[in-house]
């Protein structure tokens, strides 16, 4: 398995979690790697994205300022912190490089509701 997501679940409107990624090491250590997310009905969308060295590159409108994202070199593992999550962030959630490579993995669904 080269991507594997985990970390989601149920999330009540206003609550946080974090969304954890260990990649192998060939993705890893590509210069940027990335959550993306889908819901339903809706295209595959960048959410943001990470250096090797942890500068974060891109982080996108719907979640600036509720979402950050990180790594640990150590771990070959990207991190998503999601804090004061909305109905509209309910998705199923994926990393992988940037630009990705075509096996996403299972990626974590993402269910926010009360």
């Known amino acids: 398995v080269q991507l594997q997501a985990s970390g989601g679940g149920l999330v009540q409107p206003g609550g946080s979690t974090r969304l954890s990624c260990a990649a192998s090491?060939?993705?890893?250590?590509?210069?940027?790697m990335g959550w993306w997310r889908q819901a339903p009905g809706k295209q595959r969308e960048l959410v943001a994205s990470?250096?090797?060295?942890?500068?974060?590159?891109y982080i996108a409108d719907a979640v600036k300022g509720r979402f950050t994202i990180s790594r640990d070199n150590g771990r070959n593992t990207v991190y998503l912190q999601m804090s004061s999550l909305k109905p509209e962030d309910m998705a199923v959630y994926y990393c992988?490089?940037?630009?990705?490579?075509?096996?996403w993995g299972q990626g974590t669904q993402v269910t926010v509701s009360s």
């Open positions: 992988n490089r940037v630009p990705p490579v075509d096996d």
């Open positions: 990470i250096t090797r060295t942890g500068t974060t590159v």
């Open positions: 090491g060939n993705i890893y250590n590509s210069v940027v």
